[in-house]
């Protein structure tokens, strides 16, 4: 099985730069379905995630390549509505084609989305909202088929949970459009923001993104554009517990303070330095890590939820008591078991996982459940006494650039094998 054998050591030391948001690319790409000529991106992660998406572009009839931090698109030819079960289930961004697709071409054939398995995580949200909009959907043995006898149009749309994915297919369904949509309860994570500026940089009219508002009028056509993808505030965040967790000091460049305001609070209560520099972070510890009381994971601008693993391996080695609360998914603590098997002190109740800090972590044969986790595993393997093997590294490589690479540039004894 694909893996990682971590040696643990003492202190990271260096700089690191944070390449672009998985989480902001991937509806951005979905987004070039509705783009009447040429897109380039810049800054555009290679991960395993926006392969799919090139190959979802292409089975659509569209030219799509991913190269050296750049992504290029042209979807003037779109000559399917229909995408695979196989090409469905690669990831969770998958349903983001729905939206799309209706946006496009007024139909769409496809399946559940994969992703990792943090709960249920049903798209009932996203489906509401594009019947409200015009669609007729009918949902049989797992495959969804949507078309619109009259054509899309403008509706208000009350999302009874701020769900990133919905908001997202709500806005790609909507900036083609006839008339004007209202999202009420939007998400208001960063990655809609710069999904609507990138739309806005195409053409598109939509105002409120980035609060619980957003306005989306309908355009004829959208026109092709360049455009640089936001920051990976979550891989800056997985980097910033890595150095909590081994001690030293980090330079993270390509950051953006505010959007990582949540995560380093909470490791600055537990010890760490940390201060801000224009794009620039800087980050270290040296004194031993203490109890930050309670995290709870709350929709933008709260706690995120992908940070929870990361954070949770932080306090593992946190003197004294620490709560973990997940509200947004169901099954998100998957990680802990394996922090167990190397020495943590971690009991888990439903939403609630109990801390009891303690003085080192061991090396151990550990799984990566799912993305988050996985990094999450990394990060303390990297400072734990002794040799870990990670298998399932491929759940990593769903969001993260080579990260075996990155943390080595600052000290990690970390190499890709087969374990
Ligand atoms: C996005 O997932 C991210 N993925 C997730 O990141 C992130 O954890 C999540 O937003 C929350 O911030 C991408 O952007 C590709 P949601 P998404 O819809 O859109 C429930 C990572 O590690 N819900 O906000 O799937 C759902 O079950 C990934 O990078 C419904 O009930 O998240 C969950 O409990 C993991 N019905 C909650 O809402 C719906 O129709 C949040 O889901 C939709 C969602």
Same mark, same amino acid.
């Given at each position: 099985?694909?893996?990682?054998?971590?040696?643990?050591?003492?202190?990271?030391?260096?700089?690191?730069?944070?390449?672009?948001?998985?989480?902001?690319?991937?509806?951005?790409?979905?987004?070039?379905?509705?783009?009447?000529?040429?897109?380039?991106?810049?800054?555009?992660?290679?991960?395993?995630?926006?392969?799919?998406?090139?190959?979802?572009?292409?089975?659509?009839?569209?030219?799509?390549?991913?190269?050296?931090?750049?992504?290029?698109?042209?979807?003037?030819?779109v000559?399917?509505?229909?995408?695979?079960?196989?090409?469905?289930?690669?990831?969770?961004?998958?349903?983001?084609?729905?939206?799309?697709?209706?946006?496009?071409?007024?139909?769409?054939?496809?399946?559940?989305?994969?992703?990792?398995?943090?709960?249920?995580?049903?798209?009932?949200?996203?489906?509401?909202?594009?019947?409200?909009?015009?669609?007729?959907?009918?949902?049989?043995?797992?495959?969804?088929?949507?078309?619109?006898?009259?054509?899309?149009?403008?509706?208000?749309?009350?999302?009874?949970f701020?769900?990133?994915?919905a908001t997202?297919?709500?806005?790609?369904?909507?900036?083609?459009? #006839?008339?004007?949509?209202?999202?009420?309860?939007?998400?208001?994570?960063?990655?809609?923001?710069?999904?609507?500026?990138?739309?806005?940089?195409?053409?598109?009219?939509?105002?409120?993104?980035?609060?619980?508002?957003?306005?989306?009028?309908?355009?004829?056509?959208?026109?092709?554009?360049?455009?640089?993808?936001?920051?990976?505030?979550?891989?800056?965040?997985?980097?910033m517990?890595?150095?909590?967790?081994?001690?030293?000091?980090?330079?993270?460049?390509?950051?953006?303070?505010?959007?990582?305001?949540?995560?380093?609070?909470?490791?600055?209560?537990?010890?760490?330095?940390?201060?801000?520099?224009?794009?620039?972070?800087?980050?270290?510890?040296?004194?031993?890590?203490?109890?930050?009381?309670?995290?709870?994971?709350?929709?933008?601008?709260?706690?995120?939820?992908?940070?929870?693993?990361?954070?949770t391996?932080?306090?593992?080695?946190?003197?004294?008591?620490?709560?973990?609360v997940?509200?947004?998914?169901?099954?998100?603590? #998957?990680?802990?078991?394996?922090? &167990?098997?190397?020495?943590?002190?971690?009991?888990?109740?439903?939403?609630?996982?109990?801390?009891?800090?303690?003085?080192?972590?061991?090396?151990?044969? &550990?799984?990566?459940?799912?993305?988050?986790?996985?990094?999450?595993?990394?990060?303390a393997?990297?400072?734990?006494?002794?040799v870990?093997?990670?298998?399932?590294?491929?759940?990593?490589?769903?969001?993260?650039?080579?990260?075996?690479?990155?943390?080595?540039?600052?000290?990690?004894?970390?190499?890709?094998?087969?374990?």
């Open positions: 099985m694909q893996g990682f054998l971590i040696e643990g050591t003492k202190e990271l030391k260096g700089e690191i730069r944070v390449s672009g948001a998985k989480n902001a690319a991937l509806p951005i790409i979905a987004a070039c379905l509705l783009v009447d000529g040429e897109v380039r991106l810049t800054d555009c992660p290679g991960l395993s995630d926006v392969y799919s998406s090139v190959r979802i572009l292409g089975c659509l009839g569209c030219k799509a390549k991913a190269v050296n931090g750049e992504f290029y698109a042209d979807c003037r030819d000559s399917k509505d229909h995408i695979p079960d196989r090409l469905m289930r690669l990831m969770r961004s998958s349903s983001l084609y729905l939206g799309a697709l209706l946006g496009r071409k007024g139909s769409a054939y496809v399946s559940y989305p994969g992703g990792c398995e943090l709960g249920q995580r049903p798209i009932d949200l996203h489906l509401y909202a594009l019947e409200k909009m015009g669609a007729k959907i009918t949902e049989e043995h797992g495959v969804i088929e949507c078309t619109t006898p009259g054509g899309l149009h403008g509706a208000k749309i009350n999302l009874s701020p769900s990133v994915g997202e297919n709500v806005i790609l369904a909507a900036v083609l459009a #006839r008339g004007e949509t209202v999202i009420y309860g939007a998400a208001r994570e960063p990655e809609i923001a710069d999904l609507s500026e990138f739309l806005r940089k195409c053409g598109a009219k939509i105002t409120g993104d980035g609060t619980s508002t957003v306005r989306i009028e309908g355009v004829s056509r959208l026109h092709g554009c360049e455009y640089k993808v936001m920051p990976d505030r979550i891989a800056a965040a997985t980097y517990c890595a150095l909590a967790l081994a001690g030293g000091g980090l330079c993270i460049d390509n950051c953006i303070e505010q959007q990582l305001t949540p995560v380093s609070n909470v490791l600055a209560e537990a010890g760490c330095d940390v201060y801000f520099s224009g794009s620039r972070m800087y980050i270290s510890r040296k004194k031993p890590l203490k109890s930050v009381g309670t995290v709870r994971t709350m929709p933008y601008p709260g706690f995120p939820t992908d940070a929870q693993p990361l954070v391996a932080v306090l593992a080695k946190c003197r004294g008591t620490s709560i973990v997940e509200n947004i998914f169901e099954n998100r603590f #998957r990680l802990n078991s394996e922090l &167990v098997r190397m020495g943590a002190d971690i009991k888990t109740e439903g939403r609630i996982a109990v801390i009891e800090g303690v003085n080192e972590l061991y090396g151990a044969r &550990v799984m990566a459940a799912d993305l988050r986790a996985g990094a999450a595993l990394v990060c393997a990297v400072s734990a006494e002794g870990s093997e990670l298998g399932m590294t491929e759940y990593i490589d769903r969001g993260y650039e080579h990260l075996e690479d990155t943390l080595s540039s600052v000290g990690a004894k970390i190499r890709r094998c087969i374990i």
